[in-house]
């Protein structure tokens, strides 16, 4: 398990952003250390190259032996006192044997030494004292006449680099530590709208819906986080109410064939009767369990798609003229009750790749509201035209019309424009069903209607669905 597992969010925005942080400091007091350190060095050996360039300019080739023009002079400057980071000088012969030496040396002296790698200053120690040394050879007419050595101490840079490190070692440490706390406590005040989140999430029931995430000032990730759970939290509230809804008005709806089939069988068996009214009574009955029938299985379909459409289309290409008489045979019964004519203006060969049984549904159900509202002796229009990828195909009515209040709620399940005693018998769900079809295929559906003109459904179906191209 990991460790951070139990950690609060806070807690882990702290430990993750000291870590990455404590990288970084750790760089940067590294670079202190070593920019320090070449700063005090290079002080160093600037003083030696200028001390080097001095002395050589004291000296003289006599004899073929380097010899000091003024000695005394010499031997009486700083090199007798006591200073804080001294100068330390010798000659040597080209034998390198001594040939004079600073009085701050007293028993030492410098040697000559070999350096590594040619570098042009040699870190050693004269008398267990480190010490950095520069030394130059003395050549007259191309001949070699001897040595000289400068040095410097650099035990107090030493002691201020070791005193440097230590600081850092102790401050490091320090530093992370008030990071973490700095950072843990900005942490905490950015995270604040996820505790609002949290809060409201734990505040809503299926009884309390309504309540909505207060939405953080600034417009940032956390913003749009909250603005996307209120959408969420919008949707499910409907999907809820829409469900509610199907509850009770599917009840309704079933209770009112039961109510029928139960109290035409009560009337039945209240006293005997004659052949001819069991007849009609049951005849009764089975035209109400036809229109129940009729109903479960639009309700089972609405169901099975309430919330996303599951249903696989299986795609085919299909002439949608074969299609139209097709429906019109099936929608024969309906025709000739009311004596309905329908005239088609469909020219032929035009072919879309769709489900063939859906979209007979999505037409059936769209051509049986016509023929249901339009009046006797009255004509219903079928047109089809191409236009670009699409086919748009109209349905006419000359019927009562929808009013336009009356437009955005047509396709609700169970929604009816006239519910009166007088209107066509129905339960509001074949445009429902439709309009769920037209989703699942891709088809665009528009209403135009004008009371006591007529209702034209216009679907928008694409020869060539995007799911079918991809």
Not at 245 to 274: C, M
Request: glycine share 2%; net charge neutral.
């Amino acid at each position: 398990m990991s460790p951070l597992k139990n950690l609060s969010y806070s807690n882990r925005i702290g430990l993750l952003y000291i870590s990455s942080s404590a990288l970084l400091l750790l760089l940067v007091f590294i670079s202190i250390f070593q920019i320090t350190s070449l700063n005090l060095y290079r002080t160093i050996e600037n003083d030696l190259d200028f001390e080097l360039q001095k002395h050589l300019e004291e000296i003289k080739i006599e004899n073929n032996q380097i010899q000091l023009i003024h000695k005394e002079e010499w031997l009486e400057r700083e090199h007798t006192g006591v200073e804080v980071n001294p100068v330390f000088v010798t000659f040597l012969n080209r034998n390198k044997e001594l040939v004079e030496k600073s009085p701050n040396l007293k028993n030492s002296q410098l040697k000559w030494l070999v350096a590594k790698e040619n570098k042009k200053y040699i870190d050693t120690n004269l008398e267990k004292n480190p010490i950095r040394q520069k030394q130059f050879e003395v050549f007259e007419n191309q001949k070699l006449k001897g040595y000289v050595i400068v040095a410097m101490s650099t035990k107090n840079t030493q002691i201020v680099l070791q005193k440097l490190q230590n600081h850092l070692l102790w401050l490091y440490p320090l530093v992370l530590l008030a990071l973490f706390f700095i950072a843990r406590f900005f942490a905490g005040k950015s995270i604040q709208p996820v505790q609002n989140i949290r809060e409201t999430a734990q505040s809503i029931t299926s009884l309390q819906l309504s309540q909505r995430i207060p939405l953080p000032y600034h417009k940032d990730e956390l913003y749009r986080l909250s603005e996307t759970i209120n959408d969420l939290l919008d949707k499910i509230e409907d999907t809820l109410q829409r469900e509610k809804q199907f509850t009770s008005d599917a009840s309704h709806e079933l209770r009112t064939p039961l109510s029928v089939i139960k109290g035409t069988l009560e009337v039945l068996i209240r006293k005997p009767r004659t052949e001819t009214e069991y007849q009609n009574k049951i005849k009764q009955c089975i035209v109400e369990i036809n229109q129940m029938d009729v109903l479960l299985e639009e309700l089972l379909f609405i169901a099975r798609n309430e919330y996303l459409p599951n249903i696989e289309a299986h795609w085919n290409l299909i002439d949608l003229h074969l299609l139209i008489q097709k429906m019109e045979v099936q929608l024969q019964n309906k025709l000739s009750q009311k004596n309905i004519q329908i005239i088609k203006q469909i020219p032929k060969n035009i072919q879309v790749t769709t489900d063939v049984h859906l979209l007979e549904v999505l037409i059936k159900n769209i051509l049986s509201n016509a023929i249901k509202y339009s009046e006797p002796n009255q004509k219903v229009e079928i047109v089809s035209e191409l236009d670009k990828d699409f086919v748009l195909l109209k349905i006419i009515d000359h019927g009562d019309g929808i009013a336009a209040e009356n437009l955005d709620k047509i396709f609700h399940s169970f929604y009816r424009v006239n519910s009166s005693n007088n209107a066509p018998k129905g339960y509001g769900i074949g445009l429902s069903i439709a309009k769920k079809i037209a989703n699942i295929l891709q088809i665009a559906i528009e209403v135009q209607s004008l009371p006591q003109q007529g209702t034209t459904f216009m679907l928008h179906i694409p020869l060539n669905p995007k799911e079918i191209l991809s």
